[in-house]
Nanobody, 115 residues
């Protein structure tokens, strides 16, 4: 099973983008779906996660601006990003974690926010 992230691009500060992460098939045992990002010269960091029960968690700098959601029937996770800032510029990765310890990663989609 592969994760395909899409929706990145170039946007002006204050703008919005919606990222999608589609799984090519059903992954059994998934209990956490998430988005991470990696800016140039920095380590990959958590952006947002969503549990099977819908509980969400966000990195402090994106709270109130980003929203994670999922469509389990479509095996797709979304990240709605509003009020984008230049510091949000990064490659965004999606992942899915299973209850038996395996982690699946998508290939990343580049988000560039111009000032």
């Amino acid at each position: 099973v592969q994760l395909q992230a899409s929706g990145g691009g170039l946007v002006q500060a204050g703008g919005s983008l919606k990222l999608s992460c589609a799984a090519s098939g059903k992954i059994s045992g998934v209990n956490v779906r998430g988005w991470y990002r990696q800016a140039p010269g920095k380590e990959r960091e958590l952006v947002a996660t969503i549990l099977n029960n819908g509980l969400t968690n966000y990195e402090d700098s994106v709270k109130g601006r980003f929203s994670i959601s999922r469509d389990i029937a479509k095996n797709t996770v979304y990240l709605q990003m509003n009020s984008l800032k230049p510091e949000d510029t990064a490659v965004y990765f999606c992942n899915q974690k299973t209850n038996y310890g395996r982690i699946y990663w998508g290939q990343g989609t580049l988000v560039t926010v111009s000032s």
